[in-house]
């Protein structure tokens, strides 16, 4: 018994902080919120249009900002108090939410509301992303950062298994509009939980201040620091080339297995348990630094690669197991290792480096998909992920 509960506390060490349960707890019911309007709006445009090109239109219009601003919201992470920055854009999040669903439950959206919103979106998290990053190590200090961020991947692996399902039956019995009501009902969750924290219990970082040429500051700091280039360069490979797999996965499963519609909930259902397995697993024994990161790009390319030479539905089920917990692990060791390796005044630029990797991504996988062949587009990432070390 006492080995077990040593291992349950290993496992969850980051939550004995008052402030990290406060702020996971708010977490919890916002990520699910965020995974029914992704839903809901997808079929949003679908009704609005027939188009599953018109899916792929607002999709960019969300990520675009990422991969043009992302750069600069790491500086303003690095400028201003990050709980407070969190505050204001969580609350322009619920508002994007809260007149999307209003118009949709009056009946009155049209596509370019939707356009104009998704791209609001994607504007907020541009500046969003790195200040919660990097507000991590503020909450849980550097002894339990790996746990903190592999915890908030275990939760983001949950909510993104859970928030479809609870959309599904939202829209059935009550229609889209309510998907965004409560999604914007779920950012007073994250909100609160911020505002409830203790600040005097805060490791909080000196603030940059304002000065010109910041950014190309924190891209020299990256380049002369080993221990930051080598994670941000296998971060932007494996993002661009590997982290959109699941842009094939549902052609993979129709055309190559011929598996349906069911067949593709159960390669994204199994690759949603590997990423939970995964994220405990390294929230109870993993490390950070350069080598474990390549170990981890290495196994997440040979299980790419395994996958897509799967010959059958089962075996592609197992691979993806692995895939999805290798993905979780390189995630959180890659987060964990830049942020304990970066000087306090760096956390948030020391991303940048790699935020537009993301958002190419399914662009390429489309593009490679169309003129090569399914499993040549699944394989041939996963053997070049695995040669990024």
Not at 122 to 144: H, K, T
Not at 324 to 338: C, D, K, R
């Amino acid at each position: 018994m006492t080995a077990l509960s040593d291992l349950r506390g290993q496992t969850f060490a980051a939550m004995r902080g008052a402030n990290f349960r406060r702020y996971i707890s708010g977490q919890a019911v916002s990520l699910v919120g965020t995974w029914m309007q992704t839903v809901a709006q997808s079929w949003l445009v679908l009704e609005l249009t027939g188009s599953g090109t018109a899916i792929g239109v607002v999709l960019a219009l969300q990520t675009v900002p990422m991969l043009l601003l992302g750069p600069y919201g790491g500086v303003v992470a690095d400028r201003v108090d990050k709980r407070k920055l969190m505050i204001g854009l969580q609350t322009m999040m619920g508002l994007q939410a809260l007149v999307l669903g209003l118009l949709t439950v009056t009946g009155t959206v049209q596509l370019w509301h939707v356009w104009v919103l998704a791209t609001l979106l994607g504007l907020n998290q541009c500046f969003e992303n790195p200040a919660r990053q990097s507000f991590m190590l503020e909450m849980v200090g550097p002894d339990d950062l790996r746990n903190a961020v592999s915890l908030q991947s275990v939760l983001a692996s949950c909510s993104r298994m859970i928030g479809p399902a609870v959309a599904g039956l939202v829209i059935a019995a009550g229609g889209l509009g309510v998907c965004f009501l409560l999604n914007a009902a779920s950012f007073v969750a994250v909100v609160a939980s911020l505002l409830r924290l203790d600040v005097s219990q805060l490791n909080l970082s000196p603030q940059a201040g304002r000065a010109r040429g910041q950014l190309r500051e924190g891209l020299a700091y990256v380049r002369r620091s080993p221990d930051l280039a080598v994670p941000l360069l296998m971060m932007a490979l494996v993002g661009c080339l590997a982290f959109e797999f699941q842009v094939v996965l549902p052609v993979v499963a129709e055309h190559v297995l011929t598996a349906g519609a069911g067949g593709y909930g159960f390669l994204t259902a199994a690759m949603g348990a590997g990423s939970v397995v995964g994220g405990l697993v390294i929230a109870t024994w993993g490390r950070t630094g350069v080598k474990p990161l390549v170990v981890t790009a290495l196994a997440f390319g040979v299980a790419m690669a395994a996958a897509a030479a799967a010959p059958n539905l089962g075996l592609m089920i197992a691979a993806m197991v692995l895939v999805g917990g290798l993905s979780a692990s390189f995630t959180a060791t890659t987060n964990s290792s830049l942020q304990l390796a970066s000087a306090p005044t760096m956390r948030g630029r020391a991303r940048c480096g790699a935020a537009g990797a993301w958002p190419q991504s399914r662009a390429r996988s489309g593009r490679h998909d169309r003129r090569r062949g399914r499993r040549v587009t699944a394989g041939t990432l996963g053997s070049v992920v695995a040669s990024s070390r």
